[in-house]
C-alpha cells in the first residue's frame, strides 16, 4: 500500500527536492535563507514549508551524508549544510541530550511503586531500573571524557543570490 492511498490529497514532493537541489547544489558550509526556500516550494504555506524540508533533509542525509541544521549561525536566518565541524558538534550534541533523557528516565523509574504487581513484572521492573541506572552512569561517565560542543565561528558562509 503506497503512501498515496493514506494520504489522498496529499501533494507529491518529488518534484519540489529535485528543484531545490537543482536551485541550491547544497555543499558544507551552505547558508540557505527561509526566503529562499519558500521560494522555490508550492503551494506556499507552513505545513507544506515543514514536511518538504524534514523530506530534504532526509534526502540528503540519504543520498550524500549532509546534515542541515537551523541551529547556531543559522538561526533565525535560515538552514546551514553542516561542515564537518559542526557535525561533530552536532552529535556531541546529540549524545548529551540523550543522556539527559536516559536519567530523567532511570529517575522515573525510581518513582514507580512495585508493591502491588505480580512478582514477574516485578523482575522485569528491577531489570529496566539497573538497565537504566546503569546506563545512565555509563554514558555519564564517558561523556565527562568528551568537551561540551562549541559554538562555530562564521568562517565560510556562502549565501545564494536572489533569483531575479
Known amino acids: ?13 518529488d518534484e519540489t527536492l529535485a528543484r531545490l537541489n537543482a ?14 526556500m519558500r521560494a522555490e516550494i508550492q503551494p506556499p504555506d507552513e505545513n507544506r514549508y515543514r514536511t518538504v524540508l524534514v523530506a ?3 534526502q540528503l542525509y540519504r543520498e550524500r551524508r549532509l546534515r542541515l541544521s537551523g541551529q547556531g549561525r543559522a538561526r533565525g536566518i ?30 522515573g523509574l525510581d518513582d514507580i511503586d512495585s508493591r502491588g504487581l505480580p512478582a514477574d513484572e ?10 537504566a541506572h546503569a546506563m ?5 561517565r564517558n561523556l565527562k571524557e568528551i568537551p561540551p560542543p562549541q559554538p562555530t565561528q562564521p568562517d565560510n558562509v556562502r549565501l545564494f543570490k536572489k533569483a531575479e
Open 1 to 13: 500500500m503506497s503512501k498515496r492511498s493514506f494520504f489522498p490529497n496529499a501533494i507529491p514532493c
Open 136 to 140: 545512565a552512569s555509563d554514558i555519564a
Open 122 to 131: 516485578v523482575e522485569r521492573f528491577n531489570i529496566a531500573r539497573r538497565l
Open 78 to 107: 535560515g538552514i546551514l549544510v553542516c561542515t564537518t565541524h559542526e557535525n561533530i558538534e552536532l552529535g556531541i550534541h546529540g549524545l548529551h541530550q540523550a543522556s539527559r533523557k536516559l536519567r530523567r528516565e532511570a529517575r
Open 56 to 58: 530534504w533533509k532526509r
Open 23 to 36: 536551485r541550491f547544489a547544497p555543499k558544507p558550509g551552505d547558508l540557505i535563507t527561509h526566503e529562499q
